[in-house]
């Protein structure tokens, strides 16, 4: 599979006429601009390819055409019909209907549904969905054993995401190497009893890769998680070449460096495919209102039931049963203090 995809449009190109006249003005403008020439004919009008987006760049995406292993670059149509709203417009994962101008060059003029997705809240001013990756079917939720040390909080808020987006997660901590493994299956002993999977891997020294090329075997799957934690090393040895850049950790913070700038599908050596993301430090769940919050909690579901208030929220209401546990230990306190963090979030 070819990934690669032209980044500087030839000079000769309709798309860069369009830039010259509106002198790079907006968006909005920029989408005037190919309507209007679309209607006049411009380009060429042909029968509409499908394909699926591998990688995105700007206003450009690499799009695969079915029964090809060559990538074409594709911009968006003046008119795109999405069934999608207040969301990406286009996503790496995306099935897309698009047009050739020419071998190398196409327009989207459409996007399918979405079977399956992981999201987050924008984090721009305008409330929308970012969607992270389109119509994968696992989530393999990455950390590192340390440098960075993994994130709990973290990994409660993707469980969330994972679950709205209809996508089956998997906890992945990598540079298993740095810490003692009993210490770190015991910390994450909970999301065992919750029967998520939990994989122990060094992406150095190859230790549990044969265990995670199993589990994506013929299968789509995501890897998600923060700067610094390996995705792009790992995503380099499951493919058998480096295609990612990969990076040293920002020494002075802790923190990892933001390597890995776009979503990017890759054929893995086997069978399957697999997309590497960007790291992403804050993840804000789109889309969830504090009436829902307690039901993607299963630890929770025991006890909600017995609260004494149908609408018990869980945090300050008398005579809580879900409180109760936590207090006895039958509830892991940090996956309260999740709950706790993402409510007064939701409410704040």
């Given at each position: 599979m070819k990934n690669k995809y032209v980044k500087h449009l030839i000079s000769d190109n309709w798309l860069e006429l369009i830039e010259d006249v509106e002198g790079k003005k907006s968006?909005?403008?920029?989408?005037?601009?190919?309507?209007?020439?679309?209607?006049?004919?411009i380009f060429e009008v042909a029968?509409?390819?499908?394909?699926?987006?591998?990688?995105?760049?700007a206003r450009a995406w690499a799009v695969l055409?079915?029964?090809?292993?060559?990538?074409?670059?594709?911009?968006?149509?003046?008119?795109?019909?999405?069934?999608?709203?207040?969301?990406?417009?286009?996503?790496?994962?995306?099935?897309?209907?698009?047009?050739?101008?020419?071998?190398?060059?196409?327009i989207i003029v459409a996007v399918g549904k979405?079977?399956?997705?992981?999201?987050r809240r924008d984090i721009g001013k305008v409330s929308q969905e970012q969607i992270v990756i389109a119509n994968a079917e696992q989530l393999?939720?990455?950390?590192?054993?340390?440098?960075?040390?993994?994130?709990?909080?973290?990994?409660?808020?993707?469980?969330?995401?994972?679950?709205?987006?209809?996508?089956?997660?998997?906890?992945?901590?990598?540079?298993?190497?740095?810490?003692?493994?009993?210490?770190?299956k015991d910390n994450l002993l909970v999301y065992d009893k919750l029967g998520i999977p939990i994989l122990l891997i060094s992406a150095m020294t190859g230790e549990g890769m044969d265990c995670l090329e199993n589990i994506l075997r013929d299968k789509f799957s995501v890897l998600s998680g923060p700067s610094g934690v390996g995705k792009s090393t790992i995503t380099n040895r499951l493919i058998g070449h480096n295609a990612q850049r990969t990076d040293a950790l920002n020494v002075k913070f802790g923190k990892g460096k933001h390597v890995t700038s776009a979503s990017e599908i890759f054929k893995l050596k086997n069978s399957g495919i697999i997309a590497d993301t960007p790291g992403l430090r804050d993840f804000a769940v789109w889309d969830l209102s504090p009436e829902e919050t307690p039901f993607y909690f299963h630890d929770?579901?025991?006890?909600?039931?017995?609260?004494?208030?149908?609408?018990?929220?869980?945090?300050?209401?008398?005579?809580?049963?879900?409180?109760?546990?936590?207090?006895?230990?039958?509830?892991?306190?940090?996956?309260?203090?999740?709950?706790?963090?993402?409510?007064?979030s939701l409410i704040s």
């Open positions: 968006t909005e403008g920029f989408r005037d601009a190919t309507k209007t020439l679309r209607k006049e004919y029968d509409n390819h499908n394909g699926i987006v591998i990688s995105s760049a055409p079915d029964n090809s292993d060559a990538s074409i670059t594709c911009v968006a149509g003046g008119i795109v019909k999405s069934p999608h709203t207040n969301s990406s417009l286009i996503a790496v994962g995306d099935r897309v209907q698009f047009i050739r101008n020419s071998d190398s060059e196409g979405r079977k399956t997705k992981l999201s393999l939720i990455v950390m590192a054993a340390a440098e960075p040390f993994y994130n709990r909080r973290l990994i409660d808020r993707y469980l969330i995401a994972a679950e709205k987006g209809d996508l089956s997660p998997i906890i992945c901590i990598n540079k298993i190497e740095l810490m003692p493994k009993e210490i770190v929770f579901d025991r006890y909600f039931r017995k609260c004494k208030f149908n609408s018990c929220t869980h945090l300050h209401e008398p005579d809580c049963a879900v409180r109760r546990a936590v207090e006895s230990g039958r509830i892991d306190s940090g996956r309260y203090q999740s709950y706790v963090n993402i409510m007064e």
